[in-house]
T-cell receptor
Framework: EDQVTQSPEALRLQEGESSSLNCSYTVSGLRGLFWYRQDPGKGPEFLFTLYSAGEEKEKERLKATLTKKESFLHITAPKPEDSATYLCALCAGGSEKLVFGKGTKLTVNP | NAGVTQTPKFQVLKTGQSMTLQCAQDMNHEYMSWYRQDPGMGLRLIHYSVGAGITDQGEVPNGYNVSRSTTEDFPLRLLSAAPSQTSVYFC?????????????FGQGTRLTVV
């Protein structure tokens, strides 16, 4: 069974304090791994897609990386506006369904 | 483009009542899905559609019904609401299968069943 486990469940950072969020997964052939951001009361918003181990993608203060067992979302010098819940999701090869992790709630204090 | 539009944003139902959650997209996407999000759990797939006239079940389909008569619309029907269906519901659409390209989500419908 395809599984996605995100850690930590919650993370508090001071503004400028860099850190990483983890997404561990088990899947029978990865089709794609996705990172989404979700603000309170809103729907998830797409951030990145990663398809193969070794791939990296960056956007402003965020960088996503992928290995054969996990993905990291690195946040460099975060700002309070980066506060949100970050969701990891994957799709197995031959499937058309996304499997989501429970998310990491990030709070960045000024 | 409005993207993915869900209505209503909030709804309170009594046990046993039926209702339809509306979802419309204006991006000409073939793939549409319904998820529910509960505290402490990830988004779970209820039903999905790969095109007009084609639907299939997801992880938690019991108690829900869907149809897809047009590319734009994908309504979710609760046949006889139960307190266990209290949740936040999200509709999503994508150009390609969700595992290939990103999905675009609506703003959600918060449903309470009393």
């Amino acid at each position: 069974e395809d599984q996605v486990t995100q850690s930590p469940e919650a993370l508090r950072l001071q503004e400028g304090e860099s850190s990483s969020l983890n997404c561990s997964y088990t899947v029978s052939g990865l089709r794609g791994l996705f990172w989404y951001r979700q603000d309170p009361g809103k729907g998830p918003e797409f951030l990145f897609t990663l398809y193969s181990a070794g791939e990296e993608k960056e956007k402003e203060r965020l960088k996503a990386t992928l290995t054969k067992k996990e993905s990291f979302l690195h946040i460099t010098a975060p700002k309070p506006e980066d506060s949100a819940t970050y969701l990891c999701a994957l799709c197995a090869g031959g499937s058309e369904k996304l499997v989501f992790g429970k998310g990491t709630k990030l709070t960045v204090n000024p | 483009n409005a993207g993915v539009t869900q209505t209503p944003k909030f709804q309170v139902l009594k046990t046993g009542q039926s209702m339809t959650l509306q979802c419309a997209q204006d991006m000409n996407h073939e793939y549409m899905s319904w998820y529910r999000q509960d505290p402490g759990m990830g988004l779970r797939l209820i039903h999905y559609s790969v095109g007009a006239g084609i639907t299939d079940q997801g992880e938690v389909p019991n108690g829900y019904n869907v149809s897809r008569s047009t590319t734009e619309d994908f309504p979710l029907r609760l046949l006889s609401a139960a307190p266990s269906q209290t949740s936040v519901y999200f509709c999503a659409s994508s150009y390609s299968p969700p595992g290939v390209t990103e999905a675009f989500f609506g703003q959600g419908t918060r449903l309470t069943v009393v």
